[in-house]
């Protein structure tokens, strides 16, 4: 039984295969198969934040592969009304794989400590690891391969940011960063990324246009997260010069890609010319979060039966 709380639980090969298992269940999918890999499966999702591409891909590919999804509301009082053992332990009775997104990253690791089933991170304060998945999984899909390619990243060091950057040290990718310095990953996570992925190329700059001039893929993501919004004025002043506009794009190669998580505040990290420009393939990063955890649900799963 495996956990997805970051992506240091996975090996480098194990990605591969995830891919591997995306890139069929996709190509399948995309000739109107949906082939019943999980009959009988149920996912427990669980979200303390709001969603729309996580909760909805996560449901709809767990239908895909024939198992049945459960979106948890208030009423079963996770967090509330009894321990998180307690919780945890009676859940994983009913369930083969639960998804939770927290505030707080220390619920989803204690959540997993009780669950006899698997547990898979839709989001924490320091960790989006399915979301860097279909970021890497685009990028491949795009340019052919991932391993000496360079990914831009610009502006917050954030959940997405450090789930980025575990990914890119497994898989052989450069990432330099443009982040303002009270922003960077912290000695804490950088201690973690040399213990866990030992190889990562890492480059932290506060000059955008160096940053994306290499790059295959230049990516950025809200300056202030959920639970942040307090420092949204502050950040919007830290941040002013780290907006990816026209100008920066005007520094890439022919053929870099632009990405975004989305949710995106237009006008503020990223302009609209850009997101809905030539280069943007934002929607198409978005719908491959339901395809590779597809791959990630029939990974998980699989090795269960
Ligand atoms: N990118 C992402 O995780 O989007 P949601 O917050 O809508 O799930
Ligand atoms: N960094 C953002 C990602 C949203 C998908 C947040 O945590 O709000």
């Excluded at 040399?194 to 990516?219: F, G, H, K, M, S």
Aim: proline share 3%.
């Amino acid at each position: 039984m495996r956990d997805l709380i970051t992506l240091a639980d996975l090996k480098p090969a194990e990605i591969d295969r995830v891919f591997s298992i995306t890139e069929d269940l996709k190509s399948k999918f995309l000739k109107g198969l949906r082939e019943p890999l999980l009959p009988g499966r149920v996912m427990a999702m669980l979200f303390e934040k709001q969603s729309l591409r996580t909760r909805v891909s996560f449901e709809a590919g767990m239908i895909h592969l024939g198992g049945s999804a459960m979106f948890l509301g208030d009423d079963v009082g996770f967090g509330r009304r009894e321990s998180m053992a307690d919780f945890g332990r009676v859940l994983s009775e009913f369930v083969d794989v639960i998804v939770v997104r927290a505030k707080q990253h220390e619920t989803v690791v204690t959540l997993a400590e009780y669950c006899s089933c698997s547990v898979v991170n839709g989001l924490t304060d320091r960790a989006h690891p399915c979301q860097a998945l279909a970021d890497l999984y685009t990028i491949r899909e795009l340019a052919g391969r991932l391993e000496g390619h360079t990914l831009a990243w610009i502006g917050d060091g954030n959940n997405v940011a450090r789930s980025l950057a575990l990914g890119c040290g497994k898989i052989g990718v450069r990432l330099v960063m443009a982040t303002p310095e009270p922003y960077r990953f912290n000695d804490r996570f950088l201690a973690l990324l040399r213990r866990e992925v030992p190889n990562l190329d890492l480059e932290v700059t506060d000059d955008p246009i160096e940053a994306v001039q290499d790059a295959v893929a230049v990516y950025t993501d809200v300056w202030a997260s959920m639970g942040q919004e307090s420092e949204r004025e502050a950040r919007r002043r830290d941040f002013a010069k780290y907006q990816v506009n026209r100008s920066l794009m005007s520094h890439t190669q022919q053929g870099t890609i632009f990405l975004h998580c989305l949710p995106a505040r237009r006008g503020e990290e990223v302009t609209d010319e850009v997101i809905d420009g030539p280069q943007s393939v934002v929607v198409q990063q978005a719908a491959n979060r339901m395809h590779v955890q597809k791959g990630i649900l029939a990974w998980l799963l699989a090795a269960q039966t």
